[in-house]
């Protein structure tokens, strides 16, 4: 007979793993990814495979020649990083930019914390937000949807819808390409439907829960929807903001990564309404046409101090007789 | 359907040996009767070395009340009292008994006639039941004497009886309802009687229909008695989630079911009741399941205690040939064991053979603060924090984050996606946190 195991009990494990949950992430990710190449073609292509090929390869040499630790890139999160950023950005970005983001998510926002588990921000949007600082005008202007684009860098460009109601300018897409994505933004925000197939299958297969992108859609909605009651000509309709942007985006994809959010119902129910609050403050007053990206590296921030204040409702609770 | 409200996990239910027909099990050479049950103090023996003794004499007696008399499962020679190691991995004191036929004490009714009617009143049937030495075989094995013995000051309102059988692989309990659903009503109805309650509610979870629907009949013939449906959940079958489950009620934390006004006794339990009160037979035998997923033909036995597990194996097929791993229990719960020479104690449900594709753990790897263990926690405590507190020896914001809560079910473990240690770590922080708050009571004294 073979040697027999002695461990503690439980003896059984439902053998989920983190490349189980990441295969999730990405095949959650899939609708929005085709609806990105139909619609922005050869840039969003290019786009995207320059972002996760960079973002796997520096995870792997920072792993083997910095940190010197055990491969990781078999778990997948730096496919995940690098789709997420991939989709963060437009898809006429040059090459080199995209490299310059995918140095910073892996190398800044999360190698240098120690890896997955370690990292305070959502490392795809240290990536963007970084682009979006260092060079302002590459990363708002956004290529026109055109079914199978053949163009890359030289694409026709055009504003996204934000922008359009923050200049108070006229052509802002119907409400239907709104849902289905035709129109101008990052690769991977446009279209609501796919996105919310995507949501559809993370909370199917469990790997998120709807307590947080549920939250921050109900509050911008609510928070908007005042503002549009109060005055429809100056405010766009909740609808339009749940629509644009990368609000659907953030709030499923990017909200809900797992190492930043916080541990408790309670908890992501707090955060959830932060990033909401703070998304419509950007979107309105702010000089910015976008703020899911801000909005939720900020409520990162704070996660550590929700998951140690905001504790789940304990079994018992009840105070003894 | 009926459920606790809180976490919980449905690993798969391997129930191979769900109506298979309970089998007696030849009597081994052998018997090495433990003199300790896990909880309370081992009994003092009553027996010396060369003593002849007959099935049901009594060789240990209670020492204190929360400890439990111990019989002979079987005639013969006492050989020696020694240690001997037990499904925990502790060595305790043992009675070794040569057999030598199968020779029962006058005084036990072997007829196979259901004696319904009991004439015994509260107290009497308590003391019998003590006398008896039965233990709880949902698993914890505390004296039933203790828990039917209401504290002054607190009522019992309902009598709850655990049919739940929750953890994989186990059938022991479901065969038992099948085949004893009459003794088991009037174990139930003895039970009622001795706690002075009116009301009584069966939980049994749904992939037991069979059960439920046998129970049911039988429980027409008494008053008061219901049966629930629970929904299939793990930990259905834990105490406090049971109570929930059935009657809404939350014993508070650190308390006892007694402050909800519940008291709960396992489907078994009552079983050995019903024989040790009707038929004076006391607690020497129990229903187990030997399964495995490389078992050729799962079962239910009856074993005497004390039977080496190695006799229960050789007589039910022998050990698979790709087992890595034998635990006395089911999955979730169950001991790993070192090997087969130990003995059959009262609380061994089953013995359950895992192949060793499945007997190691995978990598352990960080935590990617997924917060499935917390949500998944019955208990509603985080999982994640508690190990990571462990680890550090952090006792007193341990003891904040309720760390004494933890029912060590495993459900934190089982859904981890990063394979980490989390149960084992807060069993080293409650342990550490329980001699701190005794330290300190002591303290106070």
Request: aromatic share 8%.
């Amino acid at each position: 007979m073979n040697k027999l195991v002695v461990s503690p009990s439980p003896h059984v494990h439902s053998g989920n793993s983190i490349q189980k949950e990441m295969k999730s992430v990405l095949i959650a990710l899939i609708p929005a990814y085709l609806v990105a190449l139909y619609y922005f073609g050869v840039g969003a292509l290019i786009v995207s495979v320059t972002s996760v090929l960079s973002c796997v390869l520096f995870e792997y040499l920072i792993q083997k020649f910095i940190l010197k630790g055990e491969k990781t890139i078999t778990d997948c999160s730096a496919i995940v990083t690098g789709l997420l950023l991939a989709f963060n950005l437009p898809s006429n970005l040059p090459i080199w930019i995209v490299i310059i983001g995918a140095l910073v998510a892996i190398g800044v926002g999360k190698m240098s914390f120690g890896g997955l588990g370690n990292n305070p921000f959502n490392p795809a949007l240290v990536g963007r937000v970084f682009l979006l600082i260092s060079f302002p005008v590459q990363m708002t202007s956004w290529p026109r949807p055109i079914p199978f684009n053949p163009a890359y860098m030289d694409a026709e460009t055009s504003a996204t819808a934000l922008t359009a109601l923050k200049e108070h300018l006229e052509n802002i897409p119907s409400a239907l390409d709104m849902f289905i994505g035709n129109m101008g933004g990052s690769m991977g925000e446009v279209s609501t439907l796919a996105l919310l197939l995507g949501f559809a299958y993370l909370l199917y297969r469990r790997t998120i829960s709807w307590h947080i992108p549920i939250t921050i859609l109900f509050t911008v909605f609510v928070m908007t929807g005042i503002f549009y009651l109060v005055d429809p000509q100056t405010y766009a309709s909740p609808l339009v903001h749940l629509m644009t942007g990368g609000l659907m985006l953030g709030a499923i994809f990017m909200a809900t990564d797992f190492v930043t959010s916080p541990m408790t119902k309670r908890g992501m129910f707090v955060y959830g309404i932060g990033i909401g609050v703070i998304t419509v403050v950007i979107r309105l007053f702010g000089s910015y046409p976008e703020g899911v990206s801000f909005a939720i590296l900020i409520m990162n921030a704070f996660t550590p101090l929700i998951n140690t204040y905001i504790k789940p409702k304990r079994f018992g609770e009840v105070r003894k007789k | 359907m009926k459920t606790f409200k809180m976490g919980g996990i449905h690993p798969e239910e391997c129930k191979f040996s769900a109506g298979k027909k309970t089998e007696v099990i030849s009597l081994p050479k052998q018997v090495v009767i433990p003199l300790r049950h896990y909880s309370g103090k081992p009994s003092i023996p009553e027996v010396a070395k060369g003593d002849m003794v007959k099935v049901g004499q009594l060789i240990g007696r209670a020492d204190g009340f929360v400890s439990a008399n111990v019989h002979s499962s079987v005639s013969g020679k006492v050989v020696k009292i020694d240690n001997a190691l037990d499904a925990f991995g502790y060595k305790n004191p043992a009675v070794f008994i040569d057999v030598i036929g199968d020779d029962w004490l006058e005084t036990i009714d072997l007829t196979p006639k259901v004696k319904r009617t009991c004439d015994l009143e509260s107290s009497e049937i308590i003391k019998k039941i003590a006398e008896s030495g039965i233990v709880g075989l949902g698993g914890a094995t505390f004296p039933t004497h203790v828990k039917l013995s209401v504290p002054a000051g607190k009522k019992a309102e309902v009598l709850i009886i655990n049919g739940a059988e929750c953890e994989p692989y186990l059938t022991c309990d479901h065969q038992l309802m099948l085949e004893k659903g009459e003794e088991i009503i009037i174990g139930i109805t003895i039970l009622m009687k001795a706690i002075q309650v009116k009301r009584a509610l069966v939980g049994i979870e749904a992939n037991k229909p069979d059960a439920i629907l046998n129970i049911e009949k039988w429980a027409k013939t008494v008053e008061g008695v219901e049966v629930i449906p629970l929904k299939v959940k793990y930990p259905q079958g834990s105490e406090k989630q049971l109570i929930q489950a059935l009657t809404g009620r939350e014993v508070p934390s650190g308390g006892l079911p007694i402050d909800v006004g519940a008291i709960v006794q396992n489907v078994a339990t009552t079983f050995a009741v019903y024989e040790a009160v009707q038929k004076n037979k006391p607690l020497i035998e129990r229903v187990i399941t030997v399964t495995g997923k490389s078992v050729p033909e799962p079962g239910n036995y009856w074993v005497r205690v004390g039977t080496p597990l190695s006799h229960v194996v050789e007589k039910t097929g022998g050990i698979p040939e790709d087992t890595g791993k034998i635990v006395a229990g089911g999955p979730m719960m169950g001991r790993a064991l070192p090997n087969l020479e130990i003995s059959v104690a009262k609380g061994t449900a089953a013995v359950l053979f895992i192949p060793s594709s499945e007997s190691g753990r995978g990598k352990v790897q960080n935590c990617i603060r997924c917060a499935k263990c917390v949500f998944h926690c019955p208990m509603g405590l985080e999982p994640y924090l508690l190990m990571n507190r462990s680890e550090k020896n952090l006792l007193d914001e341990l003891e904040q984050n309720r760390v004494m809560d933890c029912i060590e079910c495993g459900s934190c473990s089982y859904v981890c996606p990063s394979n980490r240690p989390l149960v084992d770590y807060i069993r080293y922080g409650k342990l550490k946190v329980g001699e701190l708050i005794r330290s300190r009571k002591v303290q106070q004294l």
